[in-house]
């Protein structure tokens, strides 16, 4: 039988690389949706070339763009705008794959929505679990969904785990210790007095993946590797003590699973998204995905070292929100949402985004994350206070313009 998709944030890196694995296999995989934000122009390529009943974006303007180019074609795609539409998407009879890859909280309704209607999820937008965790947790075991990680990381995990329909059941016999892996990216050697002066180009050229503009970002702060240590959490359901950050620079072993006995299982790979997203999209079949096989005597050398704290507070940040439980990993991740955005304007430098982290999670009390009702309102708290410091900054840099773009 075919699976059909629907692709939130089909415009994207990891949508394009979803879309690659797509095409390559048009017998096994449909598309039932596809949705953008702003993009239309990209959309109406896609919907053009995989034909989806719906696409959906962000507002009615480019909404009218959108099914006006395809008309014109005469591509019968019925477009749809605005975030219930993207909730529908998710949920709809029509589809019964949903690969959640839009970034940011943007993506935690839909996404959510998906886990109650019971779907196979493949999850790439990690801040949708980061900020909701149990209750997200929660409705995938409450509505039969299957939760299968697209983050290159949990996806080698995932793949290092004994074989069991119900990992997280079963985790606990036998594995000591996840090891989640982390190219250290762009300034992992850079002289750390140098950092203040880090510009948003420099900071998006990861050296090993190529990603959208935020997780690039996070990369160089490793606040992505702190929000994957709450992912992981979350997902293989083990405590931060048990889940430990090694950075390797050459990102050709994804993450490690350390056992008992002294095992430790790791999987391999060239560091291409395609390969956790066809690994994915086929379980527990294996398919082509386009990467070129791993070349081991070429890479030759593989090499290891442990995080420094000092260099990438984000990362002590995150482990310390996941530590305090409540609504700390939500609060943690919409702050970063706002001073990474900042960084990109140019409003704030380089260092200040985990200043903003920091001061938002010390300013905050730490509640109890309950229900979706609290998680919301902790993150439009978290926002609100992480705007008002970001603005601070902003007026007290000397000289400081922001630069529109
Ligand atoms: P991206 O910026 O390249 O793409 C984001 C997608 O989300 C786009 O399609 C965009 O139109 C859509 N989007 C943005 N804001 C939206 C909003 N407010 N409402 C609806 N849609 C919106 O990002 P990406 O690199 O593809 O990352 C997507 C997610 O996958 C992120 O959560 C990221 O952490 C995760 N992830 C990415 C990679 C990677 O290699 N790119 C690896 C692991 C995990
Ligand atoms: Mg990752």
């Not at 206070?385 to 603005?391: N, Y």
């Amino acid at each position: 039988m075919q699976t059909r998709l629907t692709l939130l944030g089909s415009t994207g890196s990891i949508g394009d690389s979803t879309l690659d694995v797509v095409a390559r296999h048009p017998d096994r995989f449909s598309v039932y949706a596809l949705t953008a934000h702003r993009n239309g122009d990209k959309l109406v390529a896609q919907c053009l070339k995989f034909q989806p009943e719906v696409a959906v974006v962000g507002d009615a303007e480019t909404a009218a763009q959108v099914a006006a180019a395809l008309r014109a074609q005469g591509c019968k795609t019925e477009v749809a705008h605005g975030p219930e539409a993207l909730v529908e998407v998710a949920r709809a009879a029509q589809c019964d794959t949903v690969v959640a890859a839009i970034v940011g909280a943007a993506g935690l309704a839909p996404t959510l929505a998906a886990a109650r209607a019971g779907k196979r999820i493949l999850l790439a937008n990690k801040e949708a679990l980061v900020m909701s965790g149990q209750i997200f947790m929660d409705a995938v075991h409450d509505n039969g969904a299957i939760l299968l990680p697209v983050d290159s990381e949990h996806n080698a995990v995932f793949q290092c785990l004994p074989p069991c329909a119900d990992k997280e059941a079963k985790l606990h016999g036998g594995v000591s210790k996840i090891i989640l892996t982390a190219s250290g990216g762009p300034f992992r050697t850079r002289e750390p007095a140098t950092l203040v002066n880090v510009t948003p180009e420099e900071a998006v050229k990861h050296p090993n993946w190529a990603m959208g503009r935020k997780i690039s970002v996070d990369s160089a702060t490793m606040m992505n590797k702190g929000l994957e240590v709450i992912e992981a959490h979350w997902l293989f359901n083990l405590p931060g003590s048990r889940i430990e950050v090694l950075i390797h620079p050459q990102s050709v072993i994804h993450s490690m699973v350390s056992y008992a006995d002294g095992s430790v299982l790791a999987q391999l790979g060239n560091p291409d998204m395609r390969t956790p997203i066809a690994h994915a999209l086929a379980y527990p079949d294996r398919v082509d995905s386009g990467v070129t096989p791993l070349d081991l005597a070429q890479i030759a050398t593989l090499t290891f070292e442990k995080p420094d704290f000092t260099r990438f507070p984000c990362l002590a940040l995150a482990i310390a929100a996941l530590d305090a439980g409540g609504i700390a990993s939500a609060a943690l991740n919409a702050a970063n949402e706002i001073a990474v955005e900042a960084f990109l304007d140019r409003r704030i430098g380089f260092m200040a985004i985990g200043d903003v982290v920091d001061r938002v999670l010390n300013a905050l009390p730490n509640t109890s994350a309950a229900t979706l009702a609290h998680v919301l309102a902790a993150d439009a708290d978290a926002r609100r206070l992480a705007s008002r410091f970001v603005a601070e900054l902003t007026a007290s840099a000397p000289g400081a313009e922001p630069i529109a773009h």
